[in-house]
């Protein structure tokens, strides 16, 4: 693999400090931005979106240069990798662009929206001797990580039965019209099931052999799915159960606490407001404006942080629960607790010093000093392959076997 040039600079404790160039500046971008304004190992020195304002607000904030593509900004910038959070249908493209112009890429997810795209992907990676990473996914939360090895010690027995659930208003979210058409890309299967499976496949050793699911379609004014039910049948005969709701009705968070996925509080006194506020701007174009004035650069957008955000623990993607033979392991934006047989035992985790900041580790640690990532391109192509496969039993009615899948790399 190709490791960073002499020029690089360092931390305070001598680490390689990893250049970064951003392709998107959207809510994705947004929901990191936290991570990479505060990141130690991390300088954003390069940015491009399609939105001017985007661009401007970017320089301001992190003092790097905007570009009109990312074709200028990968031959141009001085940047060993490429954050690549444009729309899902774009992921392919901007990975090979990237890849071609020997630049390590962290790529968001849905890794892309077919196997053969994700294939290409891991092909140009391959072949221009990159790492591609997939990521964000919230199955790099710490206390998934840890969930993971408190597995991965045999203390509890083996994985048996993973139980998941979430539900939230992602429906109602202001959105790209392609974000409602699933032949696009959209509804939850592409952008939630993502997470959810990601974590599932984690927390179960990665190898799904079988997929039985049903997906629904509520709201004729948002015609794409807008929740799933999924049972993956993994080769070691563990069963995972996943329900998502987008609909914004019941609110898993509270289960957490009132924690929202940010491990930030949220108050339940504003039930149903992501509806509410759709309901009261008509059509597509005022949802855009909407979208448009809420985004980077936009009059109510974020701008990047000095400090971190006070009062966070770690982020999370609802109800999990893995049943081991002998206790129930239960991962939460505090840690993890075990449900054992002699007892209650808690592994608590501090709350997180960044945001997410596990992602930007695990591309430095592949980048930097050459550690496999565990979110590798192959994962992220497993994690799509079960996503598709959601789709598709939902539409057959039957269940679908998988060919693409890939083990965990042990974290232990
Ligand atoms: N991991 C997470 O928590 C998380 C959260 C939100 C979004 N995402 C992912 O981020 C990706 C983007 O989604 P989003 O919600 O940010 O969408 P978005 O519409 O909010 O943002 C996309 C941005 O990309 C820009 N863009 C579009 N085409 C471009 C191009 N050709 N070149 C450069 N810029 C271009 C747009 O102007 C926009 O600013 C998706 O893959 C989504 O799944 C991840």
């Not at 509080?265 to 701007?281: C, V």
Request: aromatic share 6%.
């Amino acid at each position: 693999m190709t490791g960073l040039s002499a020029a690089t600079s360092t931390t305070t404790s001598g680490a390689r400090k990893l250049k970064l160039g951003i392709a998107g500046l959207g809510r994705g971008f947004t929901v990191m931005l936290p991570t990479l304004a505060l990141h130690k190992r991390l300088e954003v020195v390069a940015a491009v979106d399609t939105r001017p304002a985007a661009g401007v607000r970017f320089e301001a904030d992190f003092g790097g240069t905007a570009y009109d593509s990312v074709e200028a900004m990968c031959a141009e910038a001085d940047i060993d990798a490429v954050y690549v959070a444009t729309p899902h249908q774009f992921h392919a493209e901007h990975t090979e662009i990237a890849a071609r112009a020997g630049k390590h890429i962290l790529v968001e997810k849905p890794m892309a929206l077919t196997i053969e795209d994700c294939t290409r992907m891991i092909d140009a990676a391959a072949a221009a001797g990159v790492h591609l990473l997939v990521g964000h996914s919230h199955s790099y939360d710490a206390p998934i990580l840890e969930a993971r090895r408190l597995i991965e010690t045999g203390d509890y027995g083996p994985p048996r039965l993973i139980a998941a659930m979430n539900y939230t208003d992602f429906i109602y979210r202001p959105r790209r019209p392609e974000e409602l058409d699933t032949a696009q890309g959209g509804g939850v299967v592409f952008s939630q099931a993502a997470h959810q499976i990601d974590i599932a496949r984690l927390l179960g050793g990665g190898m799904v052999e079988t997929v039985y699911a049903t997906t629904g379609n509520y709201d004729p004014d948002r015609p794409t799915e807008g929740v799933y039910s999924a049972l993956l049948k993994f080769a070691d005969g563990t069963v995972a159960n996943l329900t998502y709701s987008g609909y914004g009705h019941f609110d898993s968070d509270e289960f957490t606490g009132w924690r929202g996925e940010s491990g930030a509080m949220k108050d339940p006194a504003n039930y149903g407001a992501a509806r509410r506020a759709l309901s009261e701007i008509g059509d597509m174009d005022a949802e855009a404006a909407l979208k448009a004035d809420r985004a980077y650069g936009g009059p109510a957008g974020a701008s990047a942080p000095t400090t971190s955000p006070e009062d966070r623990l770690h982020e999370h993607f609802g109800l999990f629960v893995v049943s081991c033979a002998r206790g129930d392991i239960r991962p939460g934006p505090d840690g993890v607790r075990v449900y054992a047989d002699e007892g209650i035992e808690s592994f608590p985790l501090a709350p997180p010093a960044v945001p997410r900041s596990e992602v930007i580790d695990e591309l430095c640690a592949a980048v930097c000093d050459d550690v496999a990532p565990l979110h590798s391109g192959a994962w992220g192509r497993a994690t799509l392959e079960v996503c598709r496969a959601v789709l598709q039993s939902a539409n057959d009615g039957r269940e679908v076997r998988l060919t693409q899948q890939v083990p965990v790399k042990d974290i232990g």
